[in-house]
Each structure stands twice: as structure tokens, then as C-alpha cells.
């Protein structure tokens, strides 16, 4: 066993004692209690939103959404955001991205079905996220759907969405890391929109088979989503800020 | 009133702060022109407005928001250089401040362009000497960073990135061959300010460099032997002169402010060695030296 020598660190004497630079900054602990919650009723559908409840990432998101359908159901989501740590392969000036969903309780959504909406999240954080701050590095994103309204559906795939790409922007200001805008979702029917810029930009749409909203024009559908985006941008913001005040 | 001089609410992404520039004062011989240039947690994004394109700088990032006025670096003049080698007494360099000062407003007058670099920035972490958030500050071409050597071998050693002091001082003396560069004043690394990578280096998340032989030192290029300059366990100083490629960004320690800080004898059982020569190093208890590629340490 003694030839075997790890190269890679050096531990010195059993009394060596770390290099340390600044006792001052706030011990971990403290990240929950400073945790704010916030339960904001936006109409007819209200949002919970809690921050920080991850501690060992770099930031993170809870949200709870009340089910357009049913009062006593809501959509669960935890979102985690780890990063930028180094990537590995070839040299990429800008980071990449990557988005993993998982439901952790009942697993109800087929295979093919999450591999579409990770693929939908990660476009539209792209066009979010200000990739070239980070060079040669990878930012990830770790969704976990805790539980689903099931209403006239075994599960609502649209609000999902809706809550993703909330809760993700959520995760990326509570992670300090930069998004060029408060994004959100807005959904209508079965559709769902995902604007910046104060609705004046689609970042994402998705949209489902659906009989109900079939007949209708693609423009009427963003704007319905619009109204919705509105709404939910709004109490983003307002916690956001008002979390910030709250801690200073 | 112009924007730099508002007070501004908590800032949050997407939030817009301020035009590309501005007009300022008007006086019957100049017209002020004030520009703002987008800094960390600030982008300069393009927007529509009634059918009319324009950029405007916009908040990426939740946090107070910050106008810095830019001042305008002059080029050294023969005269400054004479001046900086005499030795001043303490009367005579009130009076030079004076007259530099005058000049400086001379130059502010003549210049109607104001300069002001926009940053929002979380209160908690703003003003500290040691920032955690080492995750907005990546090294990039020119940072000063503090790393620890992982591996050598001949021609390389390979490192791992501990630490960037992000904010750079422009220098005053001490500067090596590599010519003006920006570094602490003095060239030692105490009064910069750092952001510390919170990567658990045992995990393998830390961002990795090398500095090859020919980096090493700006003297003798071709005769620099990694084994007496670098041993592993060392925390060097050095600059990032590349991103390198995948995996590794390529360092620098040829100037005589950057090299090894720390470092303990007999491959790091022995105790805590202080530098007495830019190539030797010595342990204070045992009196053994070994050679390193020392920094300049004040």
C-alpha cells in the first residue's frame, strides 16, 4: 500500500490547519432560516414561492402552484441550480446549459415526454441565460416535480411547463447568475408561452393536441397567454424585491 | 437630472437602468456627453420602442445598483517618470498634488465625455475584501489568480484554481518584464481583493490551469526546470495569459510580482517557508532552503 502514493494533494502534518481567508462571511446554517416565503394571490391562481431551500447548491427554487381546475390540487416544484463549474471536452467560450426533470414522487409522464419538455426548458434558457459570462463552463439545472395536479388529465403537462420555466428564473436570480430578463410563462388552455422583455418577446411556445383551442388563431392564443405571463412576472418580481428589502 | 445621479430601487433582471449615453451640461463653448458602460450584473440589451430600435442597459442580476465614474487613464510622460524617481520630500509632494490636481481638472474640462460603468451588485457581497461569489468573477485573459499546484512534471505543472482578486489597483512599481500591466500596488496580492471558489477541490469542480516551463520566469526561458521552481502543495500567484483550451487555462508567473506565496518544505511535511531570493526559499526553523520561483512579496 505504501507505493501508492496519492499525487494529487498533499496533507501534511496531522495539525495542519487549512488556508482560510475571512471568517466573516455567514455560516450555512443560516440559509434557511433566512429563507422568506412568500404566498401571493394572483386571481385565480396563487403562488407559493420559496428560496434558498437547497443549501448546497448555488441557488435554488420552491414553488407552489394552485391547479386552474381543482382548489385543492397544486403542482410541486423544487428547482436547483448548480453551477458554472468547469465542463469537460472541448473548449466552449460560452457556457452550456443543461436541464434535468425528474418527478420524484408517482412517476406519471412517459420517457419521451420529459426528454421534450428539457429539451423546450433548455431553449428558452438559452436565449435567457448570459452564456458568454461563462466561459468554459456548464451551468446545471435540476427539476424535481414533487407532485402534479390531476385534474381531467393524469397529469397537466402545460402548467408543469408553466411552473418550470418560473421557478427555474427564480433559481437562476436566487444562484446570482445572469438572465437578461425576469422571464416567466403564461398558459392558455393547452399552450403555454414564455416571454422576456415585458411580453414584446416569445422565448418558447409550446403547443399540445387540444380540441378546445384548435379553432383559434396563434396570435389570439400568445396574447391570452400574455395576460397570464403578466400576472405571474408580476409576483415574481414582487418578491423577489421584496425578499431583498426583507434581508438587507 | 441625469442617471447617474438618481436613486435607484432594488434592481432585478430585466430591469432597465439607463440609456448607452447621454447628454449632460450645456455651456455656450462644450456639451457634456455622459456614457455608460455596462459592468458585472449589468448587459446592454436592444429594445423596441414605438416602432423605434434602441440599446439601453438593463440589470441582470438582483441588487443595488451602482454608477462608477470611469476615470480617463493618462499615458506617462517623461515628466512623470522624472518625477516618480526623485525623492520627494513632504512638503514638496503636497505642493506637486496640488498642481496634479489642477491638472486633473484641466483634463476634465478639456474632455466633455463622461465615462460612468454601471454594476448591480447584492449588497451583501458588495464592499467585502473576500467575495464568495467567484461564480460572476471567472478567470479571464489578464486576472491575477491564486492556485495551487496539483502536478508537475518537465515541461508543465498543472494547477487548480483557488482564488481571483478581481479588482486590480494600476500599478505604481513592481511591474516585471511583461511590462504595464495591472496588479496590486506594490505588487503584493494582500490589498486586492479576492473571490474565492467555493469548488470542493477534492471532488474535482475547481477550474484547472497549467503553467508551462517557458512561462515559469521572463529570464533564461529554455533553462527553467519545473522541479526547482514549483513542488506540489505550493499556492502560486499566477496571471491567466489564456483560456486555454477544454480543460486547462494557461498561466503565467513570468513577472516578479507572481510566482509561489505559499509553500512548505520537504514536499509540504516540513513547516511554512518564507521567500529570501526571487529563487530561494527558506525554512525558518531547519534553516534548509529550497528553490521556487519566489513572488515578490511587498
Known amino acids: 500500500m505504501l507505493n501508492t502514493t496519492d499525487r494529487r494533494r498533499i496533507l501534511g502534518p496531522a495539525n495542519a490547519k ?5 471568517r466573516s462571511s455567514v455560516p450555512v446554517e443560516e440559509n434557511q432560516e433566512s429563507a422568506k416565503k412568500s404566498s401571493v394571490s394572483t386571481g385565480n391562481d396563487a403562488i407559493y414561492i420559496e428560496n434558498g431551500i437547497v443549501v448546497n447548491c448555488n441557488g435554488s427554487s420552491y414553488l407552489e402552484v394552485r391547479s386552474r381546475t381543482n382548489d385543492k390540487n397544486c403542482t410541486l416544484l423544487l428547482t436547483s ?5 468547469p465542463s469537460r471536452g472541448a473548449f466552449n467560450a460560452k457556457a452550456t446549459l443543461s436541464v434535468q426533470f425528474k418527478e420524484v414522487t408517482l412517476e406519471k409522464i412517459a420517457a419521451g415526454q420529459i426528454k421534450e419538455i428539457c429539451t423546450f ?37 402545460e402548467s408543469i411547463i408553466t411552473a418550470c420555466v418560473n421557478g ?8 446570482g447568475i445572469e438572465i437578461l430578463d425576469t422571464v416567466s410563462a403564461g398558459m392558455y388552455k393547452r399552450n403555454v408561452t414564455a416571454f422576456m422583455k415585458n411580453g414584446t418577446e416569445v422565448v418558447g411556445f409550446w403547443k399540445d393536441d387540444d380540441e378546445q383551442s384548435s379553432s383559434e388563431n ?16 408580476k409576483t415574481m418580481i414582487e418578491f423577489m424585491v421584496r425578499n431583498k428589502n426583507a434581508s438587507d | 437630472m441625469a442617471f447617474h445621479a438618481k436613486n435607484y430601487p432594488v434592481a432585478y433582471p430585466g430591469q ?13 463653448t462644450f456639451q457634456e456627453i455622459i456614457r455608460y458602460v455596462p459592468g458585472n450584473g449589468v448587459t446592454d440589451e ?18 443595488e445598483v451602482r454608477f462608477l465614474e470611469q476615470v480617463l487613464q493618462t499615458v506617462p510622460t517623461d515628466e512623470d517618470q522624472s518625477k516618480d524617481e526623485k525623492d520627494i520630500g513632504a512638503s514638496k ?3 506637486e498634488q496640488g498642481k496634479e490636481e489642477q491638472e486633473e481638472e484641466d483634463k476634465g474640462e478639456d474632455n466633455p465625455e463622461k465615462v460612468f460603468i454601471v454594476t448591480v451588485a447584492d449588497s451583501n457581497l458588495a464592499g467585502k475584501h473576500v467575495t464568495e461569489d467567484f461564480a460572476n468573477n471567472l478567470p479571464r485573459e489578464g486576472s491575477i489568480v491564486l492556485a495551487r499546484i496539483t502536478r508537475i512534471s518537465s515541461q508543465r505543472a498543472n494547477v487548480e484554481i483557488l482564488a481571483l482578486e478581481n479588482k486590480t489597483i494600476p500599478v505604481d512599481s513592481g511591474v516585471g518584464s511583461n511590462g504595464a500591466g495591472v496588479t496590486a500596488p506594490g505588487g503584493g496580492s494582500a490589498a486586492a481583493t479576492l473571490s474565492v471558489s467555493q469548488a470542493a477541490a477534492d471532488l474535482g469542480e475547481t477550474f484547472k490551469g497549467i503553467i508551462s516551463a517557458r512561462d515559469v520566469r521572463a529570464t533564461d526561458r529554455d533553462r527553467v526546470k519545473i522541479m526547482e521552481s514549483f513542488r506540489p502543495g505550493d499556492i502560486v500567484r499566477a496571471q491567466v495569459i489564456s483560456l486555454g483550451d477544454g480543460s486547462n487555462y494557461h498561466l503565467s508567473t513570468a513577472r516578479n510580482d507572481l510566482g509561489v506565496v505559499f509553500a512548505r518544505a520537504f514536499n509540504g511535511a516540513g513547516g511554512l517557508m518564507y521567500a529570501i531570493d526571487w529563487q530561494t526559499m527558506v525554512a525558518p526553523n531547519t534553516g534548509f532552503m529550497e528553490s521556487r520561483k519566489c513572488a515578490k512579496p511587498f
Not at chain 1, 441550480?81 to 463549474?85: D, K
Not at chain 1, 436565449?127 to 388529465?153: C, M, T, W
Request: net charge negative; hydrophobic share 40%; proline share 4%.
Open chain 1, 18 to 22: 487549512p488556508l482560510v481567508f475571512d
Open chain 1, 81 to 85: 441550480i448548480y453551477g458554472p463549474r
Open chain 1, 121 to 157: 426548458l433548455t431553449n428558452v434558457f438559452n436565449a435567457v441565460v448570459n452564456l458568454e459570462r461563462y466561459p468554459k463552463s456548464g451551468i446545471d439545472v435540476f427539476l424535481s416535480l414533487i407532485h402534479s395536479s390531476s385534474g381531467q388529465q393524469d397529469f397537466e403537462l
Open chain 1, 168 to 175: 427555474i428564473t427564480l433559481a437562476f436570480v436566487d444562484a
Open chain 1, 218 to 233: 396563434i396570435l389570439e392564443i400568445v396574447e391570452k397567454c400574455k395576460e397570464h405571463y403578466l400576472t405571474n412576472r
Open chain 2, 16 to 28: 432597465l437602468l439607463c440609456p448607452t449615453f447621454e447628454l449632460g451640461e450645456k455651456t455656450e
Open chain 2, 46 to 63: 436592444e429594445y423596441e420602442v414605438n416602432g423605434q430600435k434602441m440599446r439601453a442597459l438593463t440589470a441582470t442580476v438582483l441588487g
Open chain 2, 93 to 95: 509632494a503636497e505642493l
